[in-house]
């Protein structure tokens, strides 16, 4: 069974520019989140969606950053514009359901700003 | 709000020999779970192991066993017969119930080499 996939593995932009990343959970599990991890962090939610809804949005910073989860499938992060405070690594995870505690990560997406 | 501390930043360990890594946490819960993830270089955030905080039963999965001391709010891992494939981060994390699903709070991190 294919685990978290996430894409693109690396992106390298410059300031001002838009960037998106892309998420696709394991087939059936309906809780997504993304996560933030900036260097020798840990991890720091930005979102979580139940299905295809966002049900906990608190941390994103909603002036430049934006996400979906059309069909309750995958799912889109943006950053527009991109500061070089966002350079960090993007990660998304998923579980089956609420109630479900484990989470299952995917390799994450490596952003540099410059 | 629930934070996770990480005291140890960094720590060495020789093949075959046993460590112990260190977590401690706050919260006002009563109800919650606690895990371990491991971070390798490739980025992708693996469960080592997990603690329900209702059971008082230290989990164990194989080399990694937890200590889990609920007055104290502590969560150490301990890793027996260390092998070079657990060069690693170590990311301690606290979930509790948050409007229906569940939230995860990592610590820092402790970035663990295996030396052989």
């Known amino acids: 069974e294919a685990g978290v996939v996430q894409s693109p593995r690396y992106k390298i932009i410059e300031k001002k520019q838009p960037v998106a990343f892309w998420c696709n959970p394991i087939?059936?599990?309906?809780?997504l989140y993304w996560y933030r991890q900036n260097l020798g962090q840990g991890p720091e939610l930005l979102i979580r969606y139940e299905n295809e809804e966002a049900v906990d949005d608190s941390q994103l910073p909603k002036d430049r950053f934006s996400a979906e989860r059309l069909k309750g499938v995958d799912s889109t992060l943006k950053i527009q514009p991109a500061e070089l405070g966002d350079s960090a690594v993007y990660l998304c995870?998923?579980?089956?359901?609420?109630?479900?505690?484990?989470?299952?990560f995917g390799q994450g997406t490596r952003l540099t700003v410059v | 709000a629930q934070t996770v501390t990480q005291s140890q930043p960094e720590m060495s360990v020789q093949e075959a020999e046993t460590v112990t890594l260190s977590c401690t946490y706050d919260?006002?819960?009563?109800?919650?779970?606690l895990f371990w993830y491991k971070q390798p270089p490739s980025r992708q955030m693996i469960l080592v192991i997990r603690q329900e905080a209702y059971k008082q039963q230290n989990a164990t999965e194989n080399r990694f066993s937890v200590n889990f001391q609920k007055a104290a709010k502590s969560f150490s891992l301990k890793i027996s017969d260390s092998q070079l494939g657990d060069t690693a981060m170590y990311f301690c994390?606290?979930?509790?119930?948050?409007?229906?699903?569940?939230?995860?709070?990592f610590g820092t991190g402790t970035r663990l080499k295996v030396l052989a």
């Open positions: 995870a998923s579980s089956f359901d609420r109630g479900n505690t484990e989470a299952f």
């Open positions: 087939s059936g599990h309906n809780t």
């Open positions: 919260t006002s819960e009563n109800n919650y779970y």
């Open positions: 994390a606290f979930m509790k119930l948050t409007s229906g699903t569940y939230k995860y709070i």
